[in-house]
């Protein structure tokens, strides 16, 4: 079973393939043979170190990945071979709220899916969706559970108000379709003018570019009248700009707190004290958030979006590709 694994942290000369017999599955094992994985911007953090959780030495990267399974244990009940499964990214989460019992994550302190086979706990595990590729299949763990949870978490926008993503990253753009879904509008800010088009496409209604307007927040609040629920995915850059694109009582969800140069969000006080808009976070999600999203991306035939897909052998040229920030959607490896 040919595996990567992560050996030091640094950077992608810290991505080693490792050779090993084939899995047997324990009791309550399922083997899955993997067919695809994406990448996550936190897989960069884990693969250069700045990761707040710390890594398992030697582990399997990656928490994304899709496959069938080959074999499973003698006490498995949730599955039979050949079901089509993803894993859930806090492997021990089933439901709830999440506590310190319950951090373990794949590809970080648990192996993950960058392998020929995966070797999963049954609870670990779901089952996917039929209408999805294995390309697709392999991108909803992180992104897809991020935006699901930040769409339908802390307040669920009603058909017609206004959404905003930032990016067009894997978040953003399952974000953009979540909140379709949902019957709402949404802003999409991009750093980059040949997105507009696209982001269209997917169905943004309004789209800025922050190279030209760099001040978007105003803008986006004269064309909206007020963003209820922001999907802050940008951190320092772009945090001021959400606050004052959001209606007076809207709702922030912060997911990213820090950019690649480690400065943090600033909390603009002239800003904010002329705002009532809730502040939230979250950490992906449970296995039940996961399940719950594969239903709604199931019942809606959803395609995640796919921007580029990488030979398994190339894994670090995926990582460096994916590194750059220049990505429409998420960026996949092929299965061994
Ligand atoms: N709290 C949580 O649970 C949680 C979970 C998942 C992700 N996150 C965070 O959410 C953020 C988005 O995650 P993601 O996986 O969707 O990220 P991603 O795929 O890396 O998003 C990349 C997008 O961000 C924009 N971008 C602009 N400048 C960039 C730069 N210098 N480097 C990288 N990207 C740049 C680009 O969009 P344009 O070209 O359109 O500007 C790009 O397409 C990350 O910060 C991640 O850590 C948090």
């Known amino acids: 079973m040919r ?37 996550n911007r936190r897989d960069t953090m884990i693969l250069n170190g700045t990761y707040p959780l710390t890594p398992r030495q030697g582990i399997v990267p990656l928490s994304d ?8 244990g003698d006490d498995v009940s949730r599955f039979a071979v050949g079901d089509r499964v993803t894993g859930s990214y806090f492997a ?11 951090i373990d ?24 969706p039929d209408h999805l590729d294995w390309h697709e299949a392999a991108t909803l763990t992180c992104a897809g559970v991020t935006a699901w949870n930040a769409v339908t978490g802390a307040g669920i ?14 978040v953003a753009l399952f974000a953009l379709q979540f909140a379709r879904l949902l019957g709402c509008r949404v802003v999409a800010v991009t750093s980059r003018g040949e997105k507009i088009d696209r982001l269209r496409t ?27 629920l922001v999907v802050e995915t940008g951190g320092p850059a772009t945090f001021a700009q959400s606050l004052i694109a959001s209606t007076l009582y809207g709702h922030i969800v912060l997911l990213t707190l820090q950019d690649a140069q480690g400065r943090s969000i600033q909390m603009p006080a002239a800003l904010y004290q002329r705002s009532l808009a809730t502040i939230s976070r979250l950490f992906v999600g449970s296995r039940v958030n996961l399940e719950a999203m594969l239903r709604a991306v199931s019942t809606h035939r959803l395609k995640p979006v796919v921007d580029k897909v990488f030979a398994f052998a190339e894994a670090a040229e995926a990582y460096r590709y994916f590194q750059q920030g220049d990505v429409f959607g998420k960026v996949v490896i092929d299965g061994a």
């Not at 000369?13 to 990448?39: F, N």
């Not at 990945?65 to 499973?72: H, K, L, Q, T, W």
């Not at 021990?92 to 319950?102: F, M, Q, Y």
């Not at 001040?215 to 009248?225: K, N, S």
């Open 3 to 39: 595996s990567y694994r992560l050996e030091g942290s640094g950077g992608t000369e810290c991505l080693v393939m490792r050779d090993a017999p084939p899995p047997t599955p324990k009791p309550r094992e399922i083997v899955v043979r993997v067919r695809a994985t994406s990448l």
């Open 65 to 72: 990945g899709a496959g069938e399974i080959i074999a499973i």
């Open 92 to 102: 021990r989460w089933i439901d709830g709220r999440i506590n310190a019992g319950l």
């Open 105 to 128: 994550q794949l590809g970080c302190t648990l192996d993950g899916m960058l392998s020929e086979y995966a070797v999963l706990d049954e609870q670990w595990a779901v089952r996917l």
């Open 157 to 170: 926008p009603k058909p017609g108000q206004w959404v905003l993503v930032i990016g067009s990253g894997g």
């Open 202 to 228: 997917f169905g943004a209604d309004f789209v800025v570019s922050s190279t030209d307007t760099p001040e978007w927040g105003a803008t986006v609040r004269d064309q909206t009248g007020g963003i209820d």
